[in-house]
């Protein structure tokens, strides 16, 4: 993995980042991706109000603990994390990924970031051929706290976890004819079948990426199936050169304290470095353009 830092748009202005319309935010995503807010955002809270600010509606992580109504704090252990789209491998996938570092690490324990669009231009002719031919799709079992808290957090009108029922979880999804769900009554749990192109073109850059969660991690879950939507498995061939491709193109983000980072979460893969520093403090919010 290459250990310099992400050319990100970074902005200083505290004013200017206040006070910017959402237009012209997009506009400076659009450029590399991501944006590094640095000097701008002083509090959580202030965090969750500038990302409702510039979102249509939020989502979440239903493994992780919500603070402040919009922010979760990243608790995935200290293991290296591969690179991933927050939320990819399910039918939620959010366009937005946000992290907002209270403490930075002094040591290591940096997020990682690849350019997916650098990534595509970069893969083989055969392999850009394979994942643009063929849908991949991942599949796992989601216990009954975790998709019911998903429906209580998409349906704020539904108080309690027993209330919410797998129709409610239904209606969420909607009719995804790429999504697959079945439910377990005596368990309690979903099984889902969701496939999606590995290859896309995010609303924020014209420009293809290979951007998706093959390499992923699945700290707070089981741990996906991933193959391609007929059955077939990724071959080791092409697996090994997606970990080739994305290692060259993967930097750190260079965490300073009170940063807020904000990512075309269906352009730029994110990951982690192991965790050195234990003292580092780092939220994350997911939000809809």
């Known amino acids: 993995m290459t250990q310099s830092t992400y050319q990100a748009s970074v902005i200083t202005d505290r004013a200017y980042a206040l006070n910017a319309d959402t237009?012209?935010?997009?506009?400076?995503?659009?450029?590399?991706?991501?944006?590094?807010?640095?000097?701008?955002?002083?509090?959580?809270?202030?965090?969750?109000?500038?990302v409702k600010k510039h979102s249509s509606r939020l989502s979440l992580d239903p493994g992780r603990v919500i603070a402040k109504g919009v922010a979760q704090l990243v608790d995935a252990g200290t293991d290296a994390v591969g690179l991933h789209c927050e939320n990819g491998n399910a039918p939620i996938w959010p366009d937005l990924t946000w992290f907002f570092c209270e403490i930075a690490p002094t040591k290591g324990s940096q997020t990682t970031l690849c350019d997916g669009v650098k990534?595509?231009?970069?893969?083989?002719?055969?392999?850009?051929?394979?994942?643009?031919?063929?849908?991949?799709?991942?599949?796992?079992t989601v216990p009954g706290e975790k998709w019911r808290k998903i429906v209580c957090y998409y349906k704020p009108e539904i108080q309690q976890l027993e209330d919410a029922s797998f129709e409610h979880l239904s209606e969420i999804i909607g009719q995804d004819p790429n999504t697959r769900m079945e439910y377990n009554p005596g368990t309690d749990c979903v099984a889902y079948a969701y496939s999606v192109p590995a290859c896309q073109t995010s609303s924020f850059c014209e420009h293809p990426a290979f951007a998706n969660s093959i390499l992923g991690p699945s700290f707070n879950y089981e741990k996906p199936v991933i193959d391609f939507?007929?059955?077939?498995?990724?071959?080791?061939?092409?697996?090994?050169?997606?970990?080739?491709?994305?290692?060259?193109?993967?930097?750190?983000?260079?965490?300073?304290?009170?940063?807020?980072?904000?990512?075309?979460?269906?352009?730029?893969?994110?990951?982690?470095?192991?965790?050195?520093?234990?003292?580092?403090?780092?939220f994350n919010a997911l939000s809809y353009r």
């Not at 997009?26 to 500038?50: M, T, W």
């Open 119 to 140: 990534v595509y231009q970069e893969l083989s002719e055969e392999a850009r051929q394979r994942f643009e031919s063929s849908r991949i799709r991942y599949r796992r």
């Open 229 to 282: 939507e007929n059955g077939e498995d990724i071959p080791a061939n092409l697996l090994a050169e997606i970990t080739e491709v994305t290692e060259r193109n993967t930097h750190t983000v260079g965490w300073q304290d009170l940063d807020v980072v904000m990512i075309d979460n269906r352009r730029v893969m994110h990951g982690r470095q192991a965790i050195i520093d234990e003292q580092r403090r780092i």
């Open 23 to 50: 237009a012209a935010v997009f506009e400076e995503l659009s450029n590399a991706g991501v944006i590094i807010f640095r000097n701008c955002i002083q509090s959580l809270d202030e965090f969750g109000a500038f």
